[in-house]
């Protein structure tokens, strides 16, 4: 297989780069820059080996514009175009490419069926309308079925995928109700590699705090989108927090449990959630025990557990922010959408 | 004034050995250890300048057991006695003092005013139930008054201070209903200086998530017991985090809005937090802009933000844990108590 | 006194703006900012206390531009204006204040008696060779005397006070020959508060490195130039290194003993540091106790440890690079020029 | 391939979990621990994915303790065992494997040819010195035609690994000549996962400094014992220091290029390293840029860099102290023993 990755030196990108060099399937990498294009990618991220150069053979080890991009994909043929590009700019440089291939976009260009939803949350029109009704959103363990078949594939970011996949199975068996609080921990990593001040180091080492709260964050609509979707009577108050972490997100959610649970969603907590994800490989259940984010460190896993107080429901979720929050589910999706072991060329194991 | 510290070898201890050392009114310090009586202050720790020395002269630079402290204490006296010890021993140790000093006690021991609520939540006998009705709840902004009378001082802890102070005068007036949802990020120097694994550098770095969450962590008894006795109607679900902080806490708190708020208590919140804390030096009301740990990094400060999310509120909270949530708030109370400046020897600024 | 502070924003601007608010001589301070000026300090850095305001009268609470203070410097008058400003401009907007006030300039523009290696060294011609000869070297521990009289007082940065105030005596007396080897690490923030990617926390965490080796470095020619005053046979080869520090700088130097150290200076190392030292408020001698950055944070110590290792001497010193690798001892600085305590409003505790 | 893991509960035990779980040759790991014998491996390090436990199948997904490996090792066979135990307590345990087992020890018990030397250096009479015979030292790029031949191999820890890796190359060449100054900078994880109060969270952060320096720390007999082995007249002076770095380590070189390098070295620095090193996967030669130790996070990678200043050479080198500096050189040396590629199942990029 042949891939390209779009905005391939941010953190994202170059979390791409490295799973896709290590991925059995993978034999071409595409790397785009707009910024760098004629640069060697191992001189501009030194983390890498030079032994990517074998799989760099189209662009001679090289980041590409992203026109050399497009002729490779009307030529030889691309598989999958990974875009790690903002929103609004991700749809307009995607849209050449389909028909030709796969698209998995990290942005949230399309993320809301409707685009009316979009305009209202980024403040922009979005770039491509026409396209959405190809897409799907992204989150691997939960429209699997439909990310096998769709040719965009909207890359589910980090904060809705630690706060839905413990959620979205009580939700359908209808076993929650009423306002759902989610507090969520996020590492830097989540912001970018963007030259602004409040990213600096001195800036964020000790120093924890929420910002955005409630629903002036940008999530917080698609979140509760999916949550509706699932079960209507529920609502959302959404905070992000960000502390001293590189990588890691972990999610602290309050629900209030139904009254009175449809027969069909009688089981338990734990059963609920082992009927939606057993025999997936990358959700762990650790019932009582509450994850940690050095637990997922670098892994493509998303660990979940759960603790009953009174009638309330609190969950735990914890994710790479980098990997199953972007660019490993990214790849999961990849594999899902052409038929390769789900969990091929991913990283199963949190880092010591 | 003579000031002795017990415990003066813990984070707590060596933070109020500073803070006495640059106290304009205390002039000796007896600083106490049963682990390493007769070392030098300063080699033990070598953060405090030789010129602590000076104030020192009583114990010759050194750390001294308990009982010369007691013998201190008999002869030329002892204006304030902190400390830091353990639950159950702090009690035992410092009863003798009473009488002859005020004790101002960083332990839980005299925290609840029924000593049937301590072994539950501490399961182990009231070392000392008959000296619970000298003490008062050290929450110094609260208690003011009593604060300014009674001989034993509960320095109230981390989590409840950050809590509670936002919550306190919006539960009086009545203006806030049902059960709060408190989230609370802490930085590792609150679990103590302690040969545990968990604690160790390479555990704690890069890994974020709750533990002992809902009501079985030790404080949620505690802020809960403070919240019904403002308004009975209130509830809690609180959830402690570790991040990758030495110091600092913040809390955000979700609350449901009452629906008929009394006419007493009719002002806005930024009204009724005004009132309440109007004048007092070490709070800070940031309206709608969060506050974040660094700002208040070895302060002594609690700064407190707040936003409406439809009919609940968000509330936001960051103190230094060691500081505001320690030692700190024990020199303010002993500043009320001896009838001083609130302020006295107290930092203002957060640390760049 | 009223103080001036020129590039207030910045870290160590905002930590001169800390120090002279609890400055017991320091009761007015005109913090200047081109880039916001208008702006009210304590919304601009939310570490600050609202209680600073009390020493803002002069500008009710603001930044004000550069004119406003030289208004003021012509009016009532300024007593000391510190320049945080980058080089080359630094001595273009101090100029006008000279013969008002005292000028304790925080860039490298006056720290060179000869202008042509000034240009050799920034690349740029010195902006006001004239005033060159009113400045003295501000390392306070050494041009003391001279610190008393001049009234262009050009700050020791970080890297220059923490090589050589253990290496000064020791040259002075004969004690070390021939090659220096110093290795220091610094915090991140002796890089300032800039929007630079390779400043970023995901960039600066989990690494350390060598950056800048060798001769390379801007302090290199201004260390070596000190040394070989005070022993013309000393070089020097200095490697800075980066670390996941906030604030803290180390160093490890390495160097030759004399074979015949001069009878004047045949005192051992500690008797030779102990009779540079002996009284200074801020120097801490620690002997074979090799003294960590954690020791001094936040304080305006340079602890100082050494080891013989044969013919060699090993050398540790180890500072807070915003405080006396900057702010700190440009107050200590100002201090000694107007005849004050020298330790007047300054830490002398490192942090818990 | 069957391996097993002595020691596994540590963090380089913990390390070789998840390289072997990975390695495309080995099918069964018997994870070892003393402490925790009959524990579920990925419930003690909730950082292992279940699936782990398809190659723990001789265990049953648990810790086993040693007499259990024994009785395996007796029966069907162990390929490998890698031992991460303390040094003495080592070699006794790894003794009853020789013959039916190559041993790869972590600790320094096979590191010296002279018994004589490791009772010097661990103060402790060597408990095996009729094995040392059996032994060679594992520098995987030095040592790599005995390592392919010898049933001991003593794996050549982080400090000797990072300082020699640069240096025997041109000390072979007779490049560079005298005292060796190097000063290493490492990541906390180095010593280990242990119940130590210096070790913890609040101790580390914010704080850097050197321990042991010059000839009392232990590895410096090692790494001179190496060089004077190369070329007779080097010798050493190496100061380590600790900084905030959970994994990560880096030295900086200073030595004095020869004034009369032999014929047969007289390549260019690079020339010689590029002889010494071409073609080995896991060396990186970066020529003027300096390595940081986040190039090699989480990889087996050693970088190299260098730079001339005058009469002497300045040497940079960076590797992950788990991976390079213990449990993937460990990896890598199992590869060189039996056969295989030498970079199987070893992390070629450095984490993002």
Same mark, same amino acid.
């Given at each position: 297989?042949?891939?390209?990755?779009?905005?391939?030196?941010?953190?994202?990108?170059?979390?791409?780069?490295?799973?896709?060099?290590?991925?059995?399937?993978?034999?071409?990498?595409?790397?785009?820059?707009?910024?760098?294009?004629?640069?060697?990618?191992?001189?501009?991220?030194?983390?890498?080996?030079?032994?990517?150069?074998?799989?760099?053979?189209?662009?001679?080890?090289?980041?590409?514009?992203?026109?050399?991009?497009?002729?490779?994909?009307?030529?030889?043929?691309?598989?999958?175009?990974?875009?790690?590009?903002?929103?609004?700019?991700?749809?307009?440089?995607?849209?050449?490419?389909?028909?030709?291939?796969?698209?998995?976009?990290?942005?949230?260009?399309?993320?809301?069926?409707?685009?009316?939803?979009?305009?209202?949350?980024?403040?922009?029109?979005?770039?491509?309308?026409?396209?959405?009704?190809?897409?799907?959103?992204?989150?691997?363990?939960?429209?699997?079925?439909?990310?096998?078949?769709?040719?965009?594939?909207?890359?589910?970011? #980090?904060?809705? +995928?630690?706060?839905? @996949?413990?959620?979205? /199975?009580? !939700?359908?068996?209808?076993?929650?109700? *009423?306002? =759902?609080?989610?507090?969520?921990?996020?590492?830097?990593?989540?912001?970018?590699?963007?030259?602004?001040?409040?990213?600096?180091?001195?800036?964020?080492?000790?120093?924890?705090?929420?910002?955005?709260?409630?629903?002036?964050?940008?999530?917080?609509?698609?979140?509760?989108?999916?949550?509706?979707?699932?079960?209507?009577?529920?609502?959302?108050?959404?905070?992000?927090?960000?502390?001293?972490?590189?990588?890691?997100? #972990?999610?602290? +959610?309050?629900?209030? @449990?139904?009254?009175? /649970?449809? !027969?069909?969603?009688?089981?338990?907590? *734990?059963? =609920?959630?082992?009927?939606?994800?057993?025999?997936?490989?990358?959700?762990?259940?650790?019932?009582?025990?509450?994850?940690?984010?050095?637990?997922?460190?670098?892994?493509?896993?998303?660990?979940?557990?759960?603790?009953?107080?009174?009638?309330?429901?609190?969950?735990?979720?914890?994710?790479?922010?980098?990997?199953?929050?972007?660019?490993?589910?990214?790849?999961?999706?990849?594999?899902?959408?052409?038929?390769?072991?789900?969990?091929?060329?991913?990283?199963?194991?949190?880092?010591?």
């Amino acid at each position: 297989m042949r891939a390209a990755v779009l905005g391939a030196t941010g953190y994202t990108g170059l979390v791409l780069l490295r799973l896709l060099a290590e991925h059995p399937q993978v034999d071409d990498i595409i790397p785009v820059s707009s910024s760098q294009p004629g640069e060697a990618v191992d001189s501009v991220d030194p983390g890498l080996s030079p032994a990517i150069a074998a799989k760099l053979r189209s662009t001679g080890g090289k980041f590409v514009a992203v026109e050399e991009a497009g002729r490779i994909a009307t030529g030889s043929g691309i598989d999958v175009v990974f875009s790690a590009l903002p929103h609004v700019k991700s749809a307009e440089v995607c849209a050449p490419f389909l028909g030709k291939s796969v698209v998995v976009d990290l942005s949230a260009d399309f993320r809301f069926a409707d685009p009316a939803v979009f305009e209202t949350v980024y403040g922009h029109a979005h770039p491509r309308p026409e396209l959405l009704k190809q897409a799907v959103y992204g989150l691997a363990e939960w429209h699997t079925e439909r990310i096998r078949k769709m040719d965009i594939i909207a890359n589910t970011g #980090c904060y809705p +995928t630690a706060t839905l @996949l413990p959620l979205l /199975p009580l !939700a359908r068996a209808g076993l929650v109700d *009423g306002l =759902v609080v989610a507090n969520a921990i996020s590492g830097v990593s989540g912001a970018g590699k963007k030259e602004r001040l409040d990213l600096l180091y001195c800036e964020r080492t000790e120093n924890a705090g929420a910002y955005n709260p409630g629903r002036s964050h940008r999530h917080a609509p698609e979140i509760e989108g999916e949550l509706k979707a699932a079960r209507p009577s529920l609502s959302l108050l959404f905070t992000p927090h960000l502390a001293p972490l590189k990588r890691g997100m #972990c999610v602290t +959610t309050v629900v209030r @449990l139904a009254k009175d /649970p449809p !027969a069909e969603g009688s089981g338990s907590i *734990g059963e =609920v959630l082992r009927a939606a994800y057993g025999g997936r490989p990358f959700i762990r259940l650790t019932g009582s025990r509450v994850p940690q984010t050095r637990d997922v460190w670098g892994s493509n896993r998303c660990d979940i557990g759960w603790q009953r107080e009174g009638d309330h429901l609190m969950l735990f979720s914890a994710i790479d922010n980098l990997v199953k929050g972007a660019s490993g589910q990214a790849v999961q999706n990849m594999n899902l959408r052409f038929g390769l072991d789900e969990a091929a060329g991913l990283p199963r194991h949190g880092q010591v």
